[in-house]
């Protein structure tokens, strides 16, 4: 009983956290975060 409520939660909670990664508003930052070690190479060679 005990292991079927955890499997529900962490499901659950896994679930969310895929919308959350996946929603279109977290679109920009994710592309932002993606550029920063691009943006680091550049400046290390100046």
Known sequence: MVSGIVTVVLLVMFVTGWIW???PRRK?????AAQLPLE??????R
């Open 28 to 32: 920009q930052s994710f592309d932002e």
């Open 40 to 45: 680091d190479d550049v400046e290390n060679k």
């Open 21 to 23: 990664a996946w929603s």
